[in-house]
């Protein structure tokens, strides 16, 4: 069985990846644009199962089934391949556009381009593009809100590290339920926009920011007013910040037939109005806990 | 590597086959002609220690490895990492990079946990558990930021991680014989956890060639030793 070896980079031929019609299931789709590689979801699986063990009773099983029931399939799907090359693309981050982008969520309102650019039908990766959405903002700031909310609870002498657990969970939880409510209400609404289910996880992210933000100046002052203030202030950078990043991603275009859809298209706004306002409740709802007046 | 996917499946026999195998008993011999004796050197007694039995003896002898090096312990490694951990600003040394050792790792967690001991807080769970879901969440961090051609095991993020909890169990030991508290404290704390995190980091991204990441692969680090220092502070 011969397999590519992957130090040759000349030997390997630059391929297209084939990518599935976006109506049917964006949730997987493949993104080739980053590092200038070409980026082979198979050599993706093949690191993680490098074990030649684990590929001898992977075909073991295969050759099993097929004996069983007559049919062939593959152990190690290829959508599970492709979604771990789409969830790369998120985090191909480097320093510079960390800081550009922390500091557009907390002062957005210089900025006057919102556009994502795109190259070959593909959107750019992080690096290059700073209004591209990506998972490692928000994954550090889910982290560091569930440590500084501890280290509040510390100077109240509340801290247990059962807390960190709790905080922990209550943040997956939280983000679950958020994620399920919206992708459930596009799908009843019946909305089909470009903004995908990994992007609307990204961009859902983007509010512990905030909460850390607020948290952090409760630390440091020990006053509600800093508090409620800093609570106000967050909120509306939030809003903003996402209101001017999905209103491009959610509404529609506005070359197409705009009468005919009229319906449809106050139904957009209500949505993106709702992801964008829901934003500062949960920083509230998250932070209230913390506060002793 | 013996791993390597095309290796694995091409490897070829080597050694006779089973036709030169059975030529070496044609001729009446009923040992292998490696192993002919001579009748005579094989009886007589003053050929007891010829040369040709003692140098076989010296040939065991040598080609056995010495024992630390079976073991996997190497001493200079250990030296080594001890103090690129320590001066966190210098450059590493190229040749530990690669070296995954997991004794000292788990010396430094120990280390930790007792002396939450003498802090009156016996917290082994809470220290296992942090260490394993941080090292797992490290691994799959650091393997969707490299590039693909620099893939990390799960071994060497635990080891890394490990031996840069260094700073932390020394601090630990030093809030019993001081006591950290308040505006003063936070200070140390952040200190001591800015030097493990620079000197993880520093190891991450110079065996992964993290090119403009090292801050970005320093800050995961930082909430990991900072939920260490959470532990010994309150």
Request: hydrophobic content about 45%.
């Given at each position: 069985?011969?397999?590519?070896?992957?130090?040759?980079?000349?030997?390997?031929?630059?391929?297209?990846?084939?990518?599935?019609?976006?109506?049917?299931?964006?949730?997987?789709?493949?993104?080739?644009?980053?590092?200038?590689?070409?980026?082979?979801?198979?050599?993706?699986?093949?690191?993680?199962?490098?074990?030649?063990?684990?590929?001898?009773?992977?075909?073991?099983?295969?050759?099993?089934?097929?004996?069983?029931?007559?049919?062939?399939?593959?152990?190690?799907?290829?959508?599970?391949?492709?979604?771990?090359?789409?969830?790369?693309?998120?985090?191909?981050?480097?320093?510079?556009?960390?800081?550009?982008?922390?500091?557009?969520?907390?002062?957005?309102?210089?900025?006057?381009?919102?556009?994502?650019?795109?190259?070959?039908?593909?959107?750019?990766?992080?690096?290059?593009?700073?209004?591209?959405?990506?998972?490692?903002?928000?994954?550090?700031?889910?982290?560091?809100?569930?440590?500084?909310?501890?280290?509040?609870?510390?100077?109240?002498?509340?801290?247990?590290?059962?807390?960190?657990?709790?905080?922990?969970?209550?943040?997956?939880?939280?983000?679950?339920?958020e994620i399920g409510l919206l992708s459930l209400i596009f799908y009843i609404c019946n909305i089909h926009s470009?903004l995908?289910l990994?992007?609307l996880?990204?961009?859902?992210?983007?509010?512990?920011?905030?909460?850390?933000?607020?948290?952090?100046?409760?630390?440091?002052?020990?006053?509600?007013?800093?508090?409620?203030?800093?609570?106000?202030?967050?909120?509306?950078?939030?809003?903003?910040?996402?209101?001017?990043?999905?209103?491009?991603?959610i509404?529609?275009?506005?070359?197409?037939?705009?009468?005919?859809?009229?319906n449809r298209?106050r139904r957009r706004?209500y949505l993106l109005?709702l992801v964008?306002?829901?934003?500062?409740?949960?920083?509230?709802?998250?932070?209230?806990?913390?506060?002793?007046? | 590597?013996?791993?390597?996917?095309?290796?694995?499946?091409?490897?070829?026999?080597?050694?006779?086959?089973?036709?030169?195998?059975?030529?070496?008993?044609?001729?009446?011999?009923?040992?292998?002609?490696?192993?002919?004796?001579?009748?005579?050197?094989?009886?007589?007694?003053?050929?007891?220690?010829?040369?040709?039995?003692?140098?076989?003896?010296?040939?065991?002898?040598?080609?056995?490895?010495?024992?630390?090096?079976?073991?996997?312990?190497?001493?200079?490694?250990?030296?080594?990492?001890?103090?690129?951990?320590?001066?966190?600003?210098?450059?590493?040394?190229?040749?530990?990079?690669?070296?995954?050792?997991?004794?000292?790792?788990?010396?430094?967690?120990?280390?930790?946990?007792?002396?939450?001991?003498?802090?009156?807080?016996?917290?082994?769970?809470?220290?296992?558990?942090?260490?394993?879901?941080?090292?797992?969440?490290?691994?799959?961090?650091?393997?969707?930021?490299?590039?693909?051609?620099?893939?990390?095991?799960?071994?060497?993020?635990?080891?890394?991680?490990?031996?840069?909890?260094?700073?932390?169990?020394?601090?630990?030991?030093?809030?019993?014989?001081?006591?950290?508290?308040?505006?003063?404290?936070?200070?140390?704390?952040?200190?001591?956890?800015?030097?493990?995190?620079?000197?993880?980091?520093?190891?991450?991204?110079?065996?992964?060639?993290?090119?403009?990441?090292?801050?970005?692969?320093?800050?995961?680090?930082?909430?990991?030793?900072?939920?260490?220092?959470?532990?010994?502070?309150?």
């Amino acid at each position: 069985m011969r397999r590519p070896n992957h130090h040759s980079d000349q030997e390997r031929p630059v391929e297209p990846n084939v990518r599935p019609n976006s109506s049917q299931n964006a949730f997987f789709t493949p993104q080739t644009a980053f590092y200038g590689q070409p980026n082979d979801p198979a050599l993706e699986m093949e690191r993680l199962t490098s074990n030649p063990f684990l590929r001898v009773g992977m075909k073991a099983v295969e050759d099993g089934m097929k004996d069983i029931t007559g049919k062939t399939f593959n152990a190690l799907p290829d959508e599970m391949k492709k979604s771990v090359s789409s969830i790369r693309y998120y985090f191909a981050v480097d320093q510079a556009y960390v800081r550009k982008k922390l500091i557009l969520i907390l002062f957005p309102f210089r900025s006057r381009k919102w556009s994502l650019d795109y190259s070959a039908d593909e959107p750019v990766p992080p690096r290059v593009d700073t209004n591209a959405p990506d998972y490692y903002i928000p994954l550090m700031s889910a982290m560091t809100y569930v440590l500084i909310a501890s280290i509040v609870l510390g100077t109240q002498k509340r801290f247990t590290p059962e807390q960190l657990g709790t905080h922990a969970s209550s943040v997956l939880i939280w983000n679950m339920i958020e994620i399920g409510l919206l992708s459930l209400i596009f799908y009843i609404c019946n909305i089909h926009s470009k903004l995908r289910l990994l992007d609307l996880i990204a961009y859902c992210g983007y509010k512990y920011v905030g909460m850390i933000v607020v948290l952090s100046s409760y630390l440091i002052t020990h006053s509600l007013l800093a508090y409620y203030c800093s609570l106000l202030y967050t909120g509306i950078s939030i809003s903003f910040f996402l209101i001017n990043c999905l209103r491009l991603q959610i509404l529609p275009d506005t070359s197409g037939s705009q009468a005919y859809n009229v319906n449809r298209n106050r139904r957009r706004v209500y949505l993106l109005l709702l992801v964008t306002f829901s934003q500062p409740v949960f920083i509230w709802c998250l932070t209230r806990h913390l506060i002793v007046t | 590597m013996s791993w390597n996917s095309g290796d694995f499946y091409n490897q070829q026999y080597i050694g006779l086959t089973s036709y030169e195998l059975q030529e070496q008993y044609a001729n009446g011999n009923f040992m292998p002609s490696s192993f002919q004796f001579n009748s005579q050197q094989f009886y007589s007694p003053n050929e007891y220690l010829s040369p040709t039995v003692s140098s076989t003896l010296d040939e065991i002898e040598n080609t056995e490895p010495p024992l630390l090096e079976e073991l996997g312990i190497n001493f200079e490694h250990i030296y080594k990492k001890t103090k690129s951990i320590l001066n966190p600003f210098a450059t590493p040394d190229s040749s530990i990079l690669d070296d995954v050792d997991l004794a000292g790792p788990l010396v430094f967690c120990l280390a930790f946990a007792f002396s939450l001991l003498l802090l009156g807080k016996i917290h082994f769970g809470y220290v296992y558990g942090i260490v394993t879901l941080g090292t797992v969440g490290m691994y799959a961090l650091l393997n969707l930021m490299a590039s693909s051609d620099k893939p990390c095991s799960g071994i060497y993020t635990t080891s890394v991680l490990g031996y840069c909890l260094l700073p932390m169990v020394i601090l630990s030991f030093a809030s019993f014989v001081f006591r950290f508290n308040g505006f003063f404290g936070m200070t140390i704390a952040i200190i001591f956890i800015l030097w493990s995190s620079i000197s993880a980091s520093k190891l991450f991204a110079a065996s992964l060639a993290m090119i403009g990441q090292q801050l970005l692969v320093a800050y995961p680090c930082a909430l990991f030793y900072g939920v260490f220092a959470l532990l010994t502070m309150f």
